[in-house]
């Protein structure tokens, strides 16, 4: 199989705590991987590893054929690679939504303004909010605002997109028109990785479920198998609070 | 105060003016020179590198804890004779109040971009910017605002300070009223003026700042 993202012997802790053990997965192209699992089981450490915005101690991480933690490799490269999505949006406040959407593709890839616009505002198109262009991120609902994050984080192009509780700050109205637009990116072939408490996508998304546990990756499996017949006694413990 | 002398005022009122003048350009010299001054020591004293970092934190302690006053005599007497080679006591004030300066403004450097939530640098590092732009674009235009009321109450407090350079015979504002109080032997005449004038200053000041900061 072709892997994008490879991680060998992934570990971390802060401090004494251990947050990461041993993680080892192989992720392919145009595969949705879905992480779920307790709170502080290391699920968005894991996912933040994948473009350093935390620092591994220990292992390996290769995005596309590139070592990650190699010190000839500028990282920047390889984020503007990677598309991330944020629990709380972090939209920058003082620009307006499609100044949000440009500023990346203009001063990273170097695009005309023209350029950058054109392809903001296809993607605004797309996650449903032409008319939002000129607003300012103060203005917007959740949903929307996750929106044009994510309508950000597509403008640079990316092969990869990562998810971190995308719909865990949104009102219960809100979470479907998140996850819809992660539904046709999951279609039109974009590789995901998504932490997320939504069991319905999971299912309904992901090509394969990881669940965590206490820093370790407890199984790997399709989703009818994980949500029907777990292997572990912890993944069917979780499974049974949540579903 | 029944024999208040407006006469006194009067005899030094171009004094006072010139004296005034002064302080002015004392203060704004002092600040802009410190905030430059300041934006260098700040950044040297978030950096991750300590050999930048430690000495910059030492500058800070040195000027925040020990007596302005015993700043300006070591510069004028010790540091800018020997520097830059002048006795002229307008320069050391400025040097000594500059130098004062950027350790307060330094820190108000640090504390606003140390303000900005850190899901802003997150995502601005996952974009692929490097950590200039995300500065230049991100952080020091959303920090830049949350500055400006820390910035107005140092100017202000630079503004005040001035008159201790008084005592290095620099002649502003505060050194024409000793003069004023001491050839007529009067307190309430010259130092009731400079009150008023310091006042005004610093009154003016504080609206314009209100000002920028609601239009902002």
Known sequence: MDAIIQVKDLSKSFGPNVVLSDIDIEINRQEVVVVVGPSGSGKSTFLRCLNLLEMPERGEITIDGRPLLDKHTRIEEIRAEVGMVFQHFNLFPHMSVIDNIMLSPMKVRKRSPEQARKKGMELLGKVGLTDKAEAYPSSLSGGQAQRVAIARALAMEPKIMLFDEPTSALDPEMIGEVLAVMKDLAREGMTMVVVT?????????????????QGRILEISSPEQLFDHPKHERTKEFLSKIL | MADFRFDIIWDYFPLFMRGTLYTIGISVS?????????????????????????????????????PLLLQILIVHYGVVYNVLGTTDAIVAAIVALALNAAAYTAEIYRAGIQSIDRGQSEAAKSLGMTHFQM?????????????????????IVLIKDSSLVAVIAAP????????????????????????????FLTYSLNKLLIYLERKM
């Open chain 2, 135 to 155: 500065m230049r674009y991100i952080i020091v235009p959303q920090a830049v605002k949350r500055m400006i009321p820390a910035f107005g109450n140092e100017f």
């Open chain 1, 197 to 213: 408490h939504e069991m319905g996508f999971a299912r309904e998304v992901g090509n394969r479920i990881v669940f965590m546990e």
């Open chain 2, 30 to 66: 002092g600040i802009i020179l410190g905030s430059i001054l300041g934006l260098l020591i700040g950044f040297g004293n978030m950096s991750s590198r300590w050999y930048l970092r430690l000495p910059m934190r030492g500058y800070i302690h040195f000027f925040r804890g020990t």
């Open chain 2, 172 to 199: 502003e504002l505060m050194y024409w009223s000793r003069a004023a109080s001491s050839q007529y032997g009067k307190i309430w005449e010259p130092y009731l003026t400079a009150a008023v004038i310091y006042l």
